[in-house]
């Protein structure tokens, strides 16, 4: 029998979070886009899924999202006042204020869960709110608390 | 002080003249001593009504049961129903007209007022009392309540009895109403948030250890939701009827019949019925406790709805269930909102 050949890890292993992200599709997922065509660099812990304004985003996405094993969710849309539909943001901004305090509230990390404005020509900034945000989220370790055990 | 001739009398000149269907009250139980609902359509019924810190019930619900017997009926003028409706009965009255659920004359309102009481919390007495069976309370109109039982009367401290959305009750007068009896109060004993505090201060690790035990106890046997006058959806998200995965669904349609909330019973789905039901609520659940009072393992429900009624106050300036033009709280927005949330 041969051995089985050593590996040796020089690089300790880190947990990588997995972070849903709702992008608007008229500005967050333009400026998602934009960071990409211009080649920024940005970890790869995000799957990025558009929807139409950030004002159609139900709180049940946001549980379902933490229900199936979602680290962070991060909800991003116009700028207030640029939305295309005149007013969603706003109405995404006091939903989004309102889950995230009762998530809070039942004991969820609050940093697990944000909202950001990122606009198309925001390339950069997404870049930047994505780098910080897994960044804040890798010490936290996975989300169990509301994950489905389906063992 | 109510007297409850008044009432008897009102709700009798009421169904005398055929002005309303029927009346909704209070009556004495008959298992224990707390009252129950009553439909009164005889006039001589009205001899049955009672009013007394026993009457818990949020009456509202029966008007949005009304209303769906009155849509399968296909019936669309009618008679409107009597209602005896407390400071919180009014106040789900008035979300319920915001949301046009019916016409304002579809219902008449008796308002009673709760003259600085409130009702009665039976899981307290029933501590409180060591499983002597009470017969009957009475406020002595400053700070305490005689309860009589078979041994005599006990003379309890009114704060440790009350309900505690009574002793946080912000408008224990109907505010909403065609008649009213009773002094107008405002305000209850304790801080309208009082029974947030400690759980707010608390740790997150903390806070999830109470809650997770909490959810864990949840049976999903939804008396939650069926108690509740906003909960009047004719399907749930969390048990859809109309796109039911049976035996007899193929693959292909399964896939399109997204589940949000799963029914089995575990502590992930039991949060996601609790939130989605508390964000349901926002801005429209006016603490009238129904939730936490059916539940039968006591799982504190109404700290949700709570917590969210808070946040509506203090940061959007909204109270629920004070003016039936006014736009719901999701459904309009300030250009001063909160914007420190977002990155």
Known sequence: MLDKPETKTTVEEQFEPRIITFLCKWCSSAGSDLAGVSRMEYPANVVPITVMCSGGISPVYILSAFNKGADGILVSGCHPGDCHYIKGNYYARRKIYLVQKLIEFVGLEPERFKMSWISAAEGAKFTKVITDFVEEIRPLGPQEKLKVDRR | MIDIKDLRKQARELLDNE??????????????????????????????????????????????????????????????????????????????????YFKRQDVHIIGVSCEGTGVLDENKLNRLLKGKAPLNAEFDGVGHFLVATKDGDVKIPANEILADRCLECRAPYPAEHDTVYGEKVDGGRLDPFHSLE????????????????????CLRCYACRSVCPMCYCEECVVDSITFMVTPDTLPGQKANRIKWIERSNNTSENFGYHLVRAIHLAGRCIDCGECQRVCPVDIPVRLLNKKLEKEAFEMFDYEPGTDSEAPSLVSSFLDEDPNDHIL
């Open chain 2, 19 to 100: 002005d309303v269907k029927y009346v909704l009250g209070f009556q004495k139980g008959t298992a224990t001593f707390m009252s129950t609902p009553a439909f009164i359509t005889e006039a001589a019924d009205t001899e049955n009504l009672v009013w007394d810190p026993t009457c818990v019930h949020n009456l509202a619900l029966y008007l949005t049961e009304e209303r769906k017997m009155r849509v399968a009926r296909k019936e669309t003028e009618g008679k409107p129903v009597g209602i005896v409706a407390k400071g919180c009965d009014s106040r789900a009255i008035v979300v319920l007209l915001q949301e046009n």
């Open chain 2, 198 to 217: 400690a759980l707010e201060a608390s740790a997150v690790g903390d806070k999830w250890d109470f809650w997770k035990e909490q959810m864990d106890k």
